[in-house]
């Protein structure tokens, strides 16, 4: 039971997210001609409306309960009870077709359907890491796609000097031991991470020189 509740919503926000994931894409390329929104006194163009989470501080109150209360129904009038008890299966069709009035009768080939949920599965969690990194990178330099140059408070640029700060990822540190900026600890860091990496370069030698040779 914990497993099918569990599947449903992996497989329900990696819906969502890899519809997240376009709509921060295709705005960057395309937008709708016209206003978004008529009833102000300063009507809104979709060609004004800011990308990423800065929409969020343009969009109209009214219209961001318009799109939650949309979402409330969709869960709790279309999306809410599933076919055979197989997660994410809401009888929707290929697509999800039906749900917009375009019949169709699914994949019929069991292997085939197999094939496509797997995809759609392992789609679904590349788009929730990708949505969230998205998220993240706009917050921190007001772009979902992550110019390092905009990120100015950043206490990584403190070490942005040092030795082994290499293109493409620059100062890579994922974890953020250096946060705060801590010269001291920085350097006790590093050099503690080349001792380390001299001897396991010495080990991996050592694994594999005796496949080929020995004393």
């Known amino acids: ?3 099918i509740r569990r599947r449903e919503v992996e497989l329900k926000h990696g819906r969502v997210s890899m519809f997240a994931t376009i709509g921060y894409i295709v705005p960057e390329y395309w937008r709708f ?4 929104c008529e009833r102000y006194a ?3 163009k979709f060609a004004d409306m800011p990308n990423g989470l800065q929409a969020i501080s343009k969009l109209p109150a009214l219209g961001l309960f318009q799109i939650v209360l949309f979402a409330g129904l969709i ?3 279309v999306y809410n009870e599933q076919v055979n008890d197989e997660p994410g299966n809401y009888g929707a ?3 999800g077709l039906r749900s917009v009035g375009i019949m169709n009768t699914g994949i019929q080939d069991p292997e085939v359907r197999k094939k496509k949920l797997n995809a759609e599965l392992a789609n679904g969690r590349l788009a ?3 949505i969230i990194g998205m998220f993240f990178q706009d917050g921190l330099t007001g772009s979902a796609w992550g110019d390092w140059s905009n990120y100015t408070d950043s206490p990584l640029r403190a070490f942005e000097g040092e030795l082994g700060v290499q ?3 620059g100062f890579w540190d994922p974890v953020g031991y250096t ?3 801590n010269v001291e600890t920085f350097k006790r860091r590093r050099e503690t991470e080349i001792k380390h990496g001299r001897v396991a370069m010495y080990a991996t030698i050592g694994y594999i020189v005796p496949e080929y040779f020995k004393w």
């Open 1 to 3: 039971i914990y497993f």
């Open 33 to 36: 001609p016209g206003s978004l």
């Open 75 to 77: 869960e709790t009038n």
């Open 128 to 130: 929730m890491m990708a």
């Open 93 to 95: 069709g290929f697509l």
């Open 42 to 44: 300063a009507p809104i």
């Open 179 to 181: 946060r705060d900026g």
């Open 167 to 169: 293109a493409p990822v």
